[in-house]
């Protein structure tokens, strides 16, 4: 908490501690600001960071395909971790610009602010608004180079951390248009220069589906990796995709959309029958993680139809209380895509749309065509109907099942699994339980363990991977069986929050790779059937050490090899034993609590989705059926890998 500053007596003569004048003012030239705070533009100089640099490229072509003048783009990874991005758009201006006196191109490249989004002529819709990507890219690079093809010629220019090395040449004749940009990320600003490769591939496919026809090419040379995608149906064939291993209640994806001068409105939508809703919006391409006016304006709209159809066909009797929000969400999968000229994101990372007039305008493009598409449909208007009153029946028997709970104080009806070591506190805020992998190593958990509020859940094996299996499946599995029982909210439509018995859900696996395939099975399930745990972030991963180094009654305890090597590097007398753990069950109680389970000292990772669509994505490819693209993830991630035992 910042600390309030004291009262100023402004008849007192005060004491002057340095200099302060102008000399002291420094003024920073463009792009010396961004060398100087690159998290200020970038988000920060590790991963994100790094991978920014390569959204700020794509997001400019994909402009030029919003504009109407783009239908292919291409992003080259390189062996030494150069980026290229090349497009068919019309080609960054090379003339020299009235107001600068310099060429457009280096102008668009070395100062910020500068670009076709500030004038409603340049672009009509665009992601990138500030105009400062190109030039934030050149700052933050070793070197850049740019290659322009337009009005017959080809132009080149070349920078090294924002500054021109060359001047702009003219190199040829060119058939086409189009602007190809190569970088290689400042070792200087960023230590480790590692790209997140399902990231990329997983932000090159979304751009695909929300741009229909746009062909995008990854080609991944360091891995051997390439990937091509084009979608002409759009959203809706990504509400299809999305919806794959799951039973939808109609064949074909409702699909809603309207366009004028100033917004252009998409909607697509699937129900299943599952319980889960799962629904993304974007706005101007740009993955508005936490909603916003567009996603408000849908929600509100697919309710209020719900309830107006449902009462004027007698479907919902006149004596019955208004379906509400969930129960005619349950089960839907849904895509809403706003394109507006002049966008209001709230907060620096665009996760969520402010512009007030698009709730009212999507609502409307909602309530008409929804209710149209009803009116033509009403076979499938009914069945989605019945399923919204299924689960309103469903949830409010639920709740005068809890309030009769409360009332009797029971905690619940469901005997704990035999194998559950329970903790002696009740209130689930301050309880934790450890999913332990083995018997041996549950049982130094349980011994080891403060019994006042941890307790331990011990798996035996690898536990079933429910993205491949049926749901009967799930249920008839032992060890998942239990772990839903001791975690006390039940899955799917019987779900209830309120019934959570502790607030960290910690999964404690071994460090090799066992564990780590444990420990994604684990993950998978929580995924597809408790994802609101890993929402409320109630779901954590323990970390154990690798390796205890010990001199005499001396212990230290380290956690990878570069920690080992630092160790050995640092330490010039020797005589250090160093002791490999290849599991959990190897440490005794005593080591087990010091290392991995003290509050004080333990090291937990907490489980979070950044991006719901990206996470989704991961979990098909990393345990679905298809081979193919699990082989191209470990080929782009091999570099990552850590421990590995063979």
Known sequence: MRALPEKVNHNSTATVIGDYGVEQIKVLEDLEAVRMRPGMYIGGTGQDGLMHLIWEIVDNAIDEHLAGSCTEIKVTVHEDNRVTVEDNGRGVPVEIHPEAGVNTLELVFTKLHTGGKFDTGGYKVSGGLHGVGASVVNALSEFLEVEVQRNGHRYYQKFSRGTPVSELKQNGSAQGTGTTVTFLPDREIFSEIKYDFARLSHRLKELAYLNPGLAIHLDNRAAGVQRRYQFEGGIAAYVKELNEGRTPLHQEVISLRDESESLSVEVAMQFTDEYDENIYSFANIINTKEGGTHLMGFKTALTRVFNEYGREKKIITQDAENLDGRDVREGLTAIVSAKLRNPQFEGQTKTKLGNPEVQERVSDIVREQLWLYFNNNPGTARLLLEKALRSQEARLAAKKARQLVRRKGLLSGTALPGKLADCAEKDPAKCEIYIVEGDSAGGSAKQGRNREFQAILPLRGKVLNVEKAAFNKLLDNKELNALITAVGTGIREGFDIERLRYHKIILMCDADIDGAHIRTLLLTFLFRNLKQLI?????????????????????????????????????KDGGWEVKRYKGLGEMNPAELWETTMNPEKRILKQVTINDALEAEELFKVLMGSEVGPRRDFILENSDMTTNLDI
């Open 535 to 571: 929402e409320q972030g109630y779901i954590y991963i323990a970390k154990p050490p690798l390796y205890q180094v010990k001199k005499g009654r001396q212990a230290h305890y380290l956690y990878s090899d570069e920690e080992l090597n630092t160790m050995r590097g640092n330490s």
